[in-house]
């Protein structure tokens, strides 16, 4: 997409895939450094690892510690976190209203983190975590207090986790074709959002179709956490019409369904 992007807008750039070790990151920024790289993506498992290696960090990406997008500032290489602002974002489009909604998190990963960060710095102030793994949910429970001290944020198992608004942001449906919620939590919510974006129609947001629900997937997170990025780069408005078909044209029609 963001190839397609900078024909569209004339600019003499490319974007590509490096595959690279951990052990290579350093000499990676070295090299980028002295070829006149401009930014670059990082995706898993590197987001935490190159924090140390940056000379800046944006607010979000200091408070994550955690970087999906690096741009060539004066004073040396800027982190930032495109993730969550991307999925608020996705959010926004779609016009969901997150403000005065209770809203669950289902999941504490990295994708949560972004997500719930993003949306607590947007005026979210009502959340319910669940995880698998409740240390991390109560970690997140942690950092949201953080970073919002006024917000309501409890941990909770999944049968007293009701809400406006269910958020996925957990790996379960993505290939198993599993449901990450029960029907009771689907069919008492408002609004379904599921981060996964192959498929394009999980289990989870079947079952809200099914019943009328709104539901929306991942795919818009996607692409305006790109947009983010684009921007960040470039100075400029990123084409959002040909980012978009760029994206679903590479995510539907690829079967080797590349990380974000
Ligand atoms: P991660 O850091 O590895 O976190 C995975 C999360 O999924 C954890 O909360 C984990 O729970 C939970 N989980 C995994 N398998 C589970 C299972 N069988 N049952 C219950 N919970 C399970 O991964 P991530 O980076 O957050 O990514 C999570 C998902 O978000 C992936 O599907 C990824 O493709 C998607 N994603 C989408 C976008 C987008 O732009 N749309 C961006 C980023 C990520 P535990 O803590 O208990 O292990």
């Not at 982190?79 to 608020?88: E, K, L, P």
């Not at 049968?159 to 939590?185: F, H, L, Q, R």
């Not at 679903?248 to 079967?255: C, H, L, P």
């Amino acid at each position: 997409m963001h190839t397609a992007a900078f024909q569209k807008l004339g600019i003499n750039a490319v974007y590509l895939p490096f595959l690279i070790t951990e052990e290579q990151l350093p000499q990676l920024l070295n090299a980028f450094s002295i070829t006149g790289v401009q930014g670059f993506n990082i995706t898993l498992p590197f987001k935490e690892k190159i924090v140390p290696f940056l000379d800046l960090l944006s607010n979000e990406a200091e408070m994550l510690q955690s970087v999906n997008t690096v741009v060539r500032t004066d004073s040396g290489w800027k982190g930032y976190s495109t993730d969550g602002s991307g999925f608020v974002r996705s959010l926004s489009a779609a016009k969901i209203d997150i403000l005065s909604k209770k809203i669950l998190i289902v999941g504490a990963g990295g994708a949560a983190r972004s997500v719930a960060v993003s949306l607590a710095i947007a005026g979210a102030s009502d959340f319910v975590i669940y995880n698998r793994t409740e240390s991390k949910a109560e970690a997140l429970s942690g950092l949201l207090q953080r970073v919002s001290p006024e917000i309501s944020v409890r941990v909770a198992p999944l049968e007293d986790c009701a809400a406006d608004i269910v958020i996925n942001t957990t790996s379960v449906g993505m290939s198993d074709g599993k449901c990450p919620v029960p029907d009771e939590i689907i069919f008492g919510s408002k609004q379904i959002v599921d981060i996964i974006y192959n498929p394009a129609v999980t289990t989870l947001l079947k079952k809200a179709a099914d019943k009328s629900i709104p539901n929306i997937n991942g795919l818009d997170m996607l692409l305006y956490q790109g947009i983010e990025a684009f921007e960040l780069w470039t100075g400029t408005q990123a084409p959002l019409e040909i980012m978009r078909n760029s994206l679903i044209g590479s995510v539907y029609s690829d079967t080797s369904k590349d990380r974000d």
